[in-house]
């Protein structure tokens, strides 16, 4: 990121100022990307920071803040007690270089894998490394000396952008294209078609453009219309500027918090985004279930004209037929196939018992067919609101509600949200949570449940363990019948006409030790027969 040799030239200027005789107390490195250097100065504690991970590939001077309590470890022993006897920078190059005695630092800037510090003896030989420690420490320290040509010595076929930018005036694109927009110049632009005085006015710009940025620079942060931020020394074309600063050093620190901000954005986005399509295509999945199931339930009159048919027949008694052609009441043949191992009447009872499932599952579907619907379209919008863009503290409150990291499950005193179980609005005041496996069942009971709270389970069966909160000391009957039927539906008699369901509250509900995972044991409990049922709205169709 920091790397133009205008930019290094005043960072080794402002270090030279700076650190001059200061002595070096401390070196560690912060999070594997952050190399610390503290240094007592005369102005006080001050520290080097150098970040060696693109995008942030930097360095600058701060005040000392003092080292974080975790997360860092100590390097480059070497230092210590050392005092800086001078800071330069070699241009052209995009290395810094401070001069410690017997001691020499050199900062490598070149981004990526290629950034890395390294300490040199006076022979120039590597005595240690940030990086490539087993490759480079005990090897003389080589560089390769970057070349550049003059405007002049740059073909007539080549672009007056790529002269301008790479030549030894060392403008880079940035200022190259800046100085073009200012003489109305496109980048495409060949020499050959560029007149001796034309050439001449270009190249006198160009050099006074450089001797500003040298001399008497404005450090500021700019940004162009693409929303593209950059460090500048001089104003530029094309570029508006966002703040202006006294201290290269505090250009760069402030830079470098901009490209954190804008990454952390990204990855906020990408997290809500990830999240909107996942539940978009949950909800597509439910939703086209749900019509595939109506053609299912489409069936229920015809489960039932066929349960009557049986029922008319005179011997009701026969047994062992696997089908049997019947008159229906226009008088036409109806085709039904028989369990050979029931009569008639139960073949009947198991067509009433499918058309009652069909109707069932309708009535459940037509009411939530329609929440999920608006919950799609929700997440629809949602990902629209993202696509056109959206506000940072907006994306934060999206990031925070919707797609942060859940914490480690591993954590036993992690608190459990409301969310982790199934939720029904059994009336307004009354919300029951129903478990959705063993471990969850025991999440809800011993964890989750207050004492007071209602608990259910139906009895003699495996099922969900479910708990009725209430802000009411008593609960009115058909209250806890709904919850004793939302235990019954989620067990393994959601079959059956009615079912037991057992009820206490949590305080006489126990956990024996070496108890299977969701088995428990009740001190005191009362029993309700109910028929298991699907009562009231789900908290997703609430909110």
Request: positive net charge; proline residues 4%; charged residues 25%.
């Amino acid at each position: 990121m920091i790397r133009h040799p205008f930019t290094l030239h005043h960072v080794a200027s402002e270090f030279n100022t700076t650190l001059h005789h200061a002595v070096c107390v401390g070196c560690y490195v912060h999070e594997e990307s952050s190399l610390v250097i503290q240094w007592e100065t005369k102005m006080g504690p001050m520290d080097v920071e150098m970040r060696l991970r693109q995008p942030f590939v930097s360095i600058f001077l701060r005040p000392s803040q003092g080292r974080p309590r975790k997360g860092t470890r100590d390097v480059f022993p070497l230092l210590l007690n050392r005092h800086v006897s001078n800071v330069e920078h070699g241009a052209p190059d995009r290395i810094l270089r401070i001069d410690c005695g017997s001691v020499e630092i050199r900062v490598h800037l070149f981004g990526g894998s290629q950034a890395n510090v390294l300490l040199l003896n006076g022979d120039s030989w590597v005595v240690d490394s940030l990086r490539n420690r087993k490759v480079l420490i005990g090897h003389e320290y080589r560089t390769t000396p970057i070349s550049s040509r003059s405007f002049d010595a740059f073909g007539e076929g080549e672009s007056v952008f790529h002269a301008l930018s790479d030549c030894d005036l060392q403008l880079g694109s940035s200022y190259a294209a800046s100085i073009l927009r200012e003489h109305t110049m496109s980048p495409h632009l060949l020499l050959s078609t560029l007149s001796s005085e034309a050439r001449s006015i270009l190249l006198s710009h160009a050099e006074r453009f450089r001797n500003d940025c040298l001399s008497r620079p404005t450090f500021q942060l700019v940004r162009n219309q693409e929303d593209n931020e950059l460090l500048s020394l001089h104003e530029l074309q094309g570029f508006r500027q966002e703040q202006v600063y006294d201290s290269v050093s505090e250009a760069i620190r402030w830079r470098v918090v901009h490209l954190h901000q804008a990454e952390r954005r990204r990855e906020m986005l990408k997290a809500v985004n990830n999240t909107c399509t996942r539940e978009r295509h949950r909800l597509e999945r439910a939703l086209a279930a749900m019509q595939a199931q109506a053609r299912g339930e489409s069936q229920a009159d015809h489960y039932q004209f066929l349960g009557d048919l049986l029922l008319s027949q005179l011997d009701v008694r026969q047994r062992g037929l696997e089908h049997i052609n019947l008159l229906g009441w226009d008088g036409e043949s109806v085709p039904v196939r028989l369990d050979p191992t029931k009569d008639l009447k139960e073949n009947a009872e198991l067509y009433y018992t499918r058309a009652r499932r069909a109707r069932e599952s309708k009535r459940i579907r037509e009411e939530r067919e329609p929440n999920y619907r608006r919950q799609h379209q929700y997440w629809q919008n949602l990902t629209e609101e993202l696509q056109t863009g959206v506000a940072d503290d907006r994306l934060r409150t999206l990031y925070d509600t919707i797609a942060k990291p859940m914490k480690d499950t591993s954590d036993i005193h992690r608190p459990l949200e409301p969310s982790a179980f199934r939720q029904f609005e059994l009336a307004p005041g009354y919300r029951a949570y129903v478990g959705k496996d063993s471990k969850n069942n025991d999440e809800l009971t011993m964890k989750f449940a207050k004492q007071n709270d209602l608990w259910f389970h139906a009895r003699g069966v495996s099922g969900s363990h479910v708990v009725l909160r209430s802000a009411n000391s008593s609960i009115p009957k058909n209250i806890i019948e709904m919850a004793a039927s939302l235990a019954a539906y989620y067990s393994k008699a959601r079959n059956a006409k009615y079912c037991p369901v057992v009820y206490t509250q949590r305080k006489y509900v126990r956990k024996p030790k070496g108890a299977a995972v969701g088995a428990v044991r009740l001190e005191r409990e009362e029993v309700i027969m109910v028929e298991p049922k699907l009562y009231g709205a789900t908290a997703s169709e609430l909110e």
